[in-house]
């Protein structure tokens, strides 16, 4: 979700443009200065590079675990690779498999729901995932992006996946209302509209034959709560513990889905 760090606030704000007054439109500008200055760019824009296959010393070929999505599939934020999601997640496969599990990486700070049929051209065409994880979505709302596109995006590329055999979960679009470096009222915008991408997301899964794991129900209260803690450093991506507990969010259906394919 990196990118949305600079239009965060300009974007949701010219979403509701026409329905504020010249007042309110000045409000949401000023909010969008503060939440600019508070959030910065201290990780940058490239994340950590976790691929690799983690627990080589179990049994057995490893399981095939493919990543797609923005910067918090792509785990920015996190400084160790063990503790982007992709690592906590394939060390949690790994344990409840009790084999190894090679982790494949094509999410990319910044995307949008758009992106999702590039990074699945850049996975090679020999590589079959047993499980591909899908987490998408933020970039999609500070962007205004129509809710309908972005779910025909996301349903587009769950399609493909299950035409390589691979087994699909998908993590609904988290709540922008945990974002505390957002003033209200536009962080209040944010949270409504991510909910409606969420809930289409889901749909969108299940017409096409994947799991969703809404968290926003699962892990937005946390964030909420303890924001010190979940949050890294820019106080909009997830730390290493935001990232354990999403991974521990997602991984009883990752698991599942794995031995679906047994």
């Given at each position: 979700?990196?990118?949305?760090?600079?239009?965060?606030?300009?974007?949701?704000?010219?979403?509701?443009?026409?329905?504020?007054?010249?007042?309110?439109?000045?409000?949401?500008?000023?909010?969008?200065?503060?939440?600019?200055?508070?959030?910065?760019?201290?990780?940058?824009?490239?994340?950590?590079?976790?691929?690799?296959?983690?627990?080589?010393?179990?049994?057995?070929?490893?399981?095939?675990?493919?990543?797609?999505?923005?910067?918090?599939?792509?785990?920015?934020?996190?400084?160790?690779?063990?503790?982007?999601?992709?690592?906590?997640?394939?060390?949690?496969?790994?344990?409840?498999?009790?084999?190894?599990?090679?982790?494949?990486?094509?999410?990319?700070?910044?995307?949008?729901?758009?992106?999702?049929?590039?990074?699945?051209?850049?996975?090679?065409?020999?590589?079959?995932?047993?499980?591909?994880?899908?987490?998408?979505?933020?970039?999609?709302?500070?962007?205004?992006?129509?809710?309908?596109?972005?779910?025909?995006?996301?349903?587009?590329?769950?399609?493909?996946?299950?035409?390589?055999?691979?087994?699909?979960?998908?993590?609904?679009?988290?709540?922008?209302?945990?974002?505390?470096?957002?003033?209200?009222?536009?962080?209040?915008?944010?949270?409504r509209m991510s909910r409606q991408l969420a809930a289409a997301q889901a749909s969108a899964a299940a017409r096409a034959g994947a799991v969703s794991v809404d968290l926003r129900r699962a892990v937005g209260a946390m964030f909420l709560d303890d924001p010190d803690?979940?949050?890294?450093?820019?106080?909009?991506?997830?730390?290493?513990?935001?990232?354990?507990?999403?991974?521990?969010?997602?991984?009883?259906?990752?698991?599942?889905?794995?031995?679906?394919?047994?």
């Open positions: 979700m990196s990118r949305s760090r600079i239009v965060l606030a300009s974007g949701l704000g010219i979403a509701v443009a026409a329905t504020l007054s010249l007042g309110g439109r000045a409000v949401l500008a000023r909010q969008a200065a503060i939440a600019r200055r508070r959030i910065g760019k201290p990780h940058g824009e490239v994340s950590i590079v976790a691929d690799r296959v983690w627990r080589p010393g179990l049994a057995g070929q490893p399981a095939e675990l493919l990543l797609l999505g923005d910067s918090l599939a792509a785990g920015l934020g996190a400084e160790r690779r063990k503790d982007t999601l992709g690592g906590r997640l394939a060390k949690g496969l790994a344990r409840q498999l009790h084999r190894p599990v090679r982790l494949h990486t094509a999410a990319v700070v910044g995307s949008e729901s758009s992106a999702l049929a590039r990074q699945l051209d850049s996975v090679p065409a020999d590589l079959r995932p047993d499980v591909a994880v899908i987490v998408v979505g933020g970039n999609d709302v500070t962007h205004r992006v129509p809710v309908s596109e972005s779910a025909a995006h996301l349903e587009s590329a769950i399609t493909r996946l299950r035409a390589r055999g691979a087994e699909v979960v998908v993590g609904t679009c988290p709540d922008l209302g945990a974002l505390r470096a957002v003033p209200q009222p536009l962080r209040a915008l944010g949270s803690s979940m949050f890294s450093l820019d106080r909009f991506h997830p730390s290493a513990l935001g990232y354990r507990r999403t991974a521990e969010a997602l991984l009883p259906a990752v698991v599942d889905a794995m031995r679906r394919r047994r």
